[in-house]
């Protein structure tokens, strides 16, 4: 579709710069926000009204947090491919809510490797579900809206703002392609971190 609608957003972030007024901009347009722990308390110290992703799942947050979002209930939303009505009825038979924007940035792990942890300790930084998340929504970019960093934030406003709170699909298209880098990079620090 050229433009996406955007009614519901997943946030999941490391580094919380800018993302109270980029929450606040989404909720004041009707945007339902999804979230997960230190984001959602974030949200909600902004005084913003955000779902918890476990009352998404049905499913608590386990093993120290390292499975959060890897369910059916959020891939489902965010792997939709919203030009199909058969994924449509799909994952309405299921009882799942399509994603329209998935904002996501990822673990610090150069920042494990520049504290010099043991690779032990180091490996525990390694981000599992916002890559994820990031390489879903950027495969399903012709149904989803991908924001992966700060720096993305005005400009994804001010694509909303031009075709009421639409997204195009060739700024879509644009964020694909930068997530895709991003977590390549990101791969390529691990790579070289752990390789013996």
């Not at 955000?50 to 009352?55: E, L, N, Q």
């Not at 947090?65 to 939303?77: A, C, D, Q």
């Not at 799942?96 to 904002?103: A, K, N």
């Not at 399903?140 to 694509?159: C, K, R, T």
Request: negative net charge; proline residues 5%; contains cysteine.
């Amino acid at each position: 579709m050229d433009f996406l609608p955007i009614r519901r957003a997943l946030l999941s972030v490391t580094h919380k710069d800018g993302l109270a007024e980029f929450a606040a901009f989404l909720h004041k347009k009707g945007v339902e926000l999804v979230s997960t722990g230190g984001t959602m308390k974030c949200l909600k110290e902004g005084g913003l009204p955000v779902k918890a992703v476990s009352d998404v799942t049905g499913f608590p947050e386990i093993l120290g947090g390292r499975v959060k979002t890897l369910h059916p209930m959020i891939h489902g939303g965010i792997l939709c491919n919203k030009d199909l009505p058969e994924q449509l009825e799909t994952v309405k038979k299921m009882g799942i809510t399509p994603v329209d924007l998935v904002c996501v940035n990822l673990y610090n792990f150069a920042g494990a490797v520049s504290r010099h942890l043991s690779l032990e300790q180091a490996v525990e930084e390694i981000d599992i579900g916002g890559p994820c998340m990031l390489r879903a929504a950027a495969k399903n970019y012709h149904s989803v809206l991908v924001v992966p960093g700060v720096e993305w934030y005005e400009p994804a406003m001010e694509d909303l703002k031009e075709h009421n709170m639409c997204s195009s699909l060739e700024f879509r298209q644009l964020m694909a392609s930068r997530t895709f880098d991003a977590t390549s990079r990101y791969d390529a620090l691990i790579t070289s971190y752990i390789r013996p």
